[in-house]
């Protein structure tokens, strides 16, 4: 029943006593002190690693969250659009250098030849 009555720390499966059962010796309340002001920078450090507060004033301010989306959306936009004419641009190149292949090259002329003619050249 002795066991009932510790609790257990969320840093180390170690059992630790509850106050109640600490001496009043000025050692054993130091060290328990100095314990758990480690504990509570190691959790101040994370914290600080995490950003929450850059996190929080992100989403605390609806206009600035509004601009960031649309920046950020703009940039997909702008980088998705790029991406495309660079990839067509280069298998419009590979293309054009297969019309001179027998069997493809005239299904790849009459396709040029209809993408001229929607043109309208």
Do not use: C
Not at 33 to 52: F, M, P, T
Not at 60 to 72: Q, T
Not at 94 to 104: A, D, E, H, K, Y
């Amino acid at each position: 029943m002795a066991n009932d009555t510790k609790e257990v720390s969320p840093r180390s499966p170690e059992l630790v006593k509850p106050p109640s059962e600490i001496g009043e010796h000025p050692f054993e309340l130091r060290h328990e002190v100095k314990r758990l002001n480690e504990r509570l920078d190691q959790i101040a450090e994370s914290l600080d690693k995490a950003e929450i507060q850059d996190i929080i004033e992100n989403y605390s301010s609806v206009k600035r969250r509004l601009v960031v989306n649309f920046v950020a959306g703009a940039a997909r936009g702008l980088g998705l659009s790029l991406g495309t004419i660079v990839i067509l641009a280069i298998l419009g190149f590979v293309l054009s250098q297969l019309v001179s292949l027998p069997l493809i090259g005239n299904y790849i002329a009459q396709i040029l030849d209809y993408v001229k003619a929607s043109q309208g050249r």
